[in-house]
């Protein structure tokens, strides 16, 4: 290649490396998708733990006919643990989950404060004529 085509290619690539934006070298790429195996088998791993908080929920509730809280605000926080990594892995988040930040807080509402729901349907609208 002539003097004067490298220079345009040197130039080329520092105007490629000034305008891409941050976090999309081949490198980081590369790391980002090792740490999406690492979260697919992360939830693999969760799919097993969310059958079995689902088994010992479904025995406790048929022991005492309500559900354990501590396995429904666990349940809670698990799941918004797999939306993150969901999050993650499909590029709507930048942030990596735990391990890498904070367990998610569970927003469930517990037996004891939830309010009670009628059995009854809910009443319908009038048809117009």
């Given at each position: 290649?002539?003097?004067?085509?490298?220079?345009?290619?040197?130039?080329?690539?520092?105007?490629?490396?000034?305008?891409?934006?941050?976090?999309?070298?081949?490198?980081?790429?590369?790391?980002?998708?090792?740490?999406?195996?690492?979260?697919?088998?992360?939830?693999?791993?969760?799919?097993?733990?969310?059958?079995?908080?689902?088994?010992?929920?479904?025995?406790?509730?048929?022991?005492?006919?309500?559900?354990?809280?501590?396995?429904?605000?666990?349940?809670?926080?698990?799941?918004?643990?797999?939306?993150?990594?969901?999050?993650?892995?499909?590029?709507?988040?930048?942030?990596?989950?735990?391990?890498?930040?904070?367990?998610?807080?569970?927003?469930?509402?517990?037996?004891?404060?939830?309010?009670?729901?009628?059995?009854?349907p809910p009443p319908?609208?009038?048809?117009?004529?």
């Amino acid at each position: 290649m002539s003097e004067q085509g490298e220079k345009i290619v040197e130039q080329v690539k520092e105007t490629l490396a000034a305008t891409a934006p941050e976090g999309d070298s081949t490198t980081q790429i590369l790391l980002r998708g090792l740490y999406m195996v690492l979260f697919a088998v992360i939830t693999r791993l969760a799919e097993f733990v969310i059958a079995g908080a689902a088994l010992i929920q479904l025995i406790y509730k048929l022991a005492t006919k309500q559900p354990n809280d501590r396995i429904t605000t666990f349940g809670d926080s698990l799941a918004q643990y797999v939306t993150q990594i969901v999050r993650f892995q499909t590029f709507n988040s930048e942030e990596k989950p735990f391990p890498f930040q904070s367990w998610p807080t569970a927003t469930v509402v517990t037996s004891e404060t939830e309010e009670k729901v009628s059995d009854e349907p809910p009443p319908t609208q009038p048809q117009a004529s």
